[in-house]
């Protein structure tokens, strides 16, 4: 089979192979993929930003595809899968034409979505549907998410089927004008001092109950812009990893500080996930993503230089 494959952890390891195509374990599906995301991470992967991975490894975290092997009642049928932990890290991922997984590590694909859509669905949905769950944002929460990129748009459209009341705040004025023509309630971002007068301001006399940081560059303010008894959620941090959080604060308001990653899920955990987002999407409560980029397989050496030098498309790599 054709693959991506990298050696050495820099963006110009990255090679387009033959390799062979993997042979399922007992319990296991073996693959066709028809399309697999792109995200941040995987890039920051080859870059060697997380030290468990192991060389050399085909990278890729969400795909899409066929079942071509396994157990019969799975052959033949659209799935979706991925995210979870090792995978793409200390086991082949998915950007090649073949990936092999558990039989219990995939879903039914959501007949609403093609295989692209789907492929686009992973990480960022699965993120925020673990922020949403932990968070505790259900009917009637007042949710503010702080940033506008994918994992942000995928909580805004799974917490507003939710049923909550939810604020995105964004600072590209061309973002914030996309965001309200899509109907979609947007607070300015301006500085940090200024935030917690501006959610004052927004949310009048009852603060949000969640703030979800998206950027890693809020935590600070939003702790002084939160109710009492709320919860902050993170899955970003400065390189460093070091922020000045006002505990006093914190404390004083009972709030909690939640981090969020999707890495510490299992490829089964994250199905299971996939099945709920796959339900919304089925019962028409998420909207169809859009604006994909998609690209041959072959082109995503250059697809991954293109997002580490600051592309914000979202790419899905085509077999």
């Given at each position: ?23 399922p ?12 995301g ?39 049928k ?35 979505l ?28 007042r ?112 709030g ?59 790419v899905?790599?085509?077999?």
């Amino acid at each position: 089979m054709k693959a991506i494959q990298f050696s050495a952890t820099r963006l110009d390891s990255l090679q387009w192979l033959e390799l062979p195509t993997p042979t399922p374990a007992t319990g296991e599906v073996l693959v066709e993929v028809r399309a697999a995301g792109l995200n941040p991470s995987d890039v920051k992967n080859v870059l060697g930003r997380f030290s468990y991975t192991t060389l050399p490894r085909i990278p890729g975290r969400d795909f899409a595809g066929v079942v071509v092997e396994g157990p019969p009642e799975l052959m033949g049928k659209a799935v979706w899968g991925g995210t979870g932990k090792g995978f793409g890290f200390n086991r082949d991922g998915c950007h090649a034409q073949y990936v092999a997984v558990p039989a219990k590590a995939v879903a039914p694909k959501p007949e609403a979505l093609s295989f692209a859509q789907a492929a686009a669905c992973g990480v960022p949905y699965i993120t925020a549907w673990d922020a949403l769950e932990r968070g505790g944002v259900q009917d009637g929460t007042r949710l503010l998410i702080l940033g506008a990129g994918a994992v942000a748009r995928a909580a805004q459209a799974l917490a507003t089927a939710r049923g909550a009341r939810v604020v995105v705040a964004a600072r590209r004025a061309e973002v914030i004008r996309e965001l309200e023509a899509e109907g979609i309630e947007v607070m300015p971002l301006s500085d940090a001092a200024q935030l917690p007068e501006q959610v004052k301001q927004r949310f009048a006399s009852s603060p949000p109950d969640v703030i979800f940081d998206t950027t890693g560059f809020w935590l600070p303010a939003a702790v002084n812009s939160l109710a009492p008894f709320g919860r902050i959620l993170v899955i970003a941090a400065p390189v460093d990893g070091k922020v000045d959080t006002p505990v006093l604060d914190l404390y004083r308001r009972g709030g909690s500080i939640i981090g969020i990653n999707s890495l510490l899920y299992s490829l089964e955990a994250c199905a299971r996930m996939r099945e709920h987002i796959g339900t919304a999407f089925e019962e028409g409560t998420l909207p169809i993503p859009g604006d994909l980029t998609e690209l041959p397989l072959a082109d995503a050496a250059a697809a991954y230089r293109d997002i580490d030098s600051g592309g914000s498309d979202k790419v899905i790599l085509i077999p």
